[in-house]
Nanobody, 117 residues
Framework: QVQLVESGGGLVQAGGSLRLSCAASGSIFSIENWNWYRQAPGNRRELVASITNSRSADYSDSVNNRFFISRDKNTLYLQMNALKPEDTAVYYC?????????????WGRGTQVTVFS
């Protein structure tokens, strides 16, 4: 089992920055991919950024060159720069277990990010 707790959300003016954190605990050794998703009201949950255990990162087109994902030991981060009102959403931390340990998905409860113009 893996537990994920997000923090760092809040209210920010367009053009500003926020850094989200996701504290992970439990069987972290079983995780092979770490992700940030977001979900705006009325929209599907979408993948924003991913990072593997080898530190290979990938981003959605909508956030590329503005958001940066990183991980330090038991904490996953999402540095969000040049924020836009359309970035407003609940942001979720996700951890994907490797198939050898069951291949489960773990989710945090989310943190709200609101960007005003």
């Amino acid at each position: 089992q893996v537990q994920l707790v997000e923090s760092g959300g809040g209210l920010v003016q367009a053009g500003g920055s926020l850094r989200l954190s996701c504290a992970a605990s439990g069987s972290i050794f079983s995780i092979e991919n770490w992700n940030w998703y977001r979900q705006a009201p009325g929209n599907r949950r979408e993948l924003v950024a991913s990072i593997t255990n080898s530190r290979s990162a990938d981003y959605s087109d909508s956030v590329n060159n503005r958001f940066f994902i990183s991980r330090d030991k038991n904490t996953l981060y999402l540095q969000m720069n040049a924020l836009k009102p359309e970035d407003t959403a609940v942001y979720y931390c996700n951890a994907q277990e490797d198939s050898g340990h069951g291949g489960l998905d773990y989710w945090g409860r989310g943190t709200q990010v609101t960007v005003f113009s």
